[in-house]
C-alpha cells in the first residue's frame, strides 16, 4: 500500500519515519521544507495530483498549526482555519475519491470549555475555548461530512527528540535556573511521538486486514479515537519527573497557577484522554507516560 504523510518534518512525522523503515508498504513523506517531497495541503488540486501520480491509498496528517497562543492573532486566523480545517478536509476528498483511507491526527484541546473532571470520552461534546482548538475541532467535522473511511486521532502534549517541546525546553531550563516555576493546575497526560506512531501502524494493519475483503466498503472501525499514554500529571508534575530522571536535581522547581503565566488563549485545565475505545478496537498497549519518558531520554541521551 502507498502512504503518503503530511508534516513529515514534524515531531510525529519524523516518528513514522522510524517506525515505517520495516515495512513493506511504500512511504511518501511530505512538507513544504527542504529535504522532502513538496506538497502545499490546502491546494486541493495539488493534493489530488501527488495522490493519482503516487497511487496513495492512506494519507496520515501530521500537518498543523500549533502555536496554540499565535493562533489567537487576528491576522493569522485565516491561515489557521486553512491549515487546521480546509487542509483535513482537502485530504478527505482526495481519499474519498480514492477508496482510501485517512488517518488525522488531533488534539485535546477541542475540549476545555467545560469543566471536566473524569477522563474525556470521544463522545463529548467538543468545548474549545481558541482558535487552536476550535479549528482543530472544524477540520474533524468537515472530514467526517466527506464520508471519507478515516480514524481521528486526538493527542494530547506530545513530545519527541524532535523538533522544539516541552520536554527539550524544561531539560535546558532545569540544567541551567537555579529556580523555576511550573503551573501545577492543568492536568492531563504526556505523549511520547513514537507510541503514538506505533499506534497509526497498529490502525493501519487492522485496515489493510479488512480491506483485502471488503474494498472499497466501509472501515468497521472509522471514528474518532483518543490516544496518549497511561497516568496522569500536571505539567508540574512532568517537569518534575523530567529533571530527576535527567539528574538535574539541582534545580527548584516549584508549582504555580496559570494566571501566573498570563496568555491569550485559556488552555484545558484537565483534558485527560479516555483511551478505553482506541486500546479494546485495535488491541494496543499503551505504555504509562514515565516509561515512555524515560525511552525517550535515553534516545536524547539525556540519561
Known sequence: ??????????????????????????????????????????????????????????????????????????????????????????????????????????????????????????????????????TKLLGEQLIAATDVNYVILRTAWLYSEFGKNFVKTMLNLTATKPQLKVVFDQVGTPTYAFDLAQAIITILDSYKTESLTSNPAPFSKNGIYHFSNEGVCSWFDFTKMIAELAGNTACNIQPCHSNEFPSPVKRPAYSVLDKTKVKNTFGLQIPYWTDSLKNCLKNMNAI
Not at 48 to 76: H, L, S, Y
Not at 85 to 95: D, F, Q, R, S, V
Open 1 to 134: 500500500m502507498n502512504i503518503l504523510v503530511t508534516g513529515a518534518n514534524g515531531q510525529l512525522g519524523n516518528e513514522i519515519q522510524i517506525v515505517s523503515k520495516h515495512s513493506s508498504d511504500k512511504y511518501i513523506f511530505t512538507d513544504v521544507c527542504e529535504g522532502y517531497t513538496y506538497l502545499d495541503i490546502t491546494n486541493l488540486e495539488d493534493v489530488r495530483q501527488m495522490v493519482k501520480e503516487k497511487d496513495v491509498k492512506c494519507i496520515i496528517n501530521c500537518a498543523a498549526w500549533t502555536n496554540v497562543d499565535g493562533a489567537e492573532a487576528p491576522e493569522k486566523y485565516e491561515l489557521v482555519e486553512k491549515l487546521n480545517a480546509k487542509a483535513p478536509e482537502n485530504l478527505a476528498i482526495a481519499m474519498k475519491e480514492a477508496n482510501g483511507l485517512l488517518v488525522h491526527v488531533s488534539t485535546d484541546y477541542v475540549f476545555g470549555g467545560d469543566p471536566y473532571n473524569t477522563p474525556c470520552r470521544e463522545e463529548l461534546k467538543g468545548t474549545p475555548t481558541g482558535v487552536y482548538g476550535a
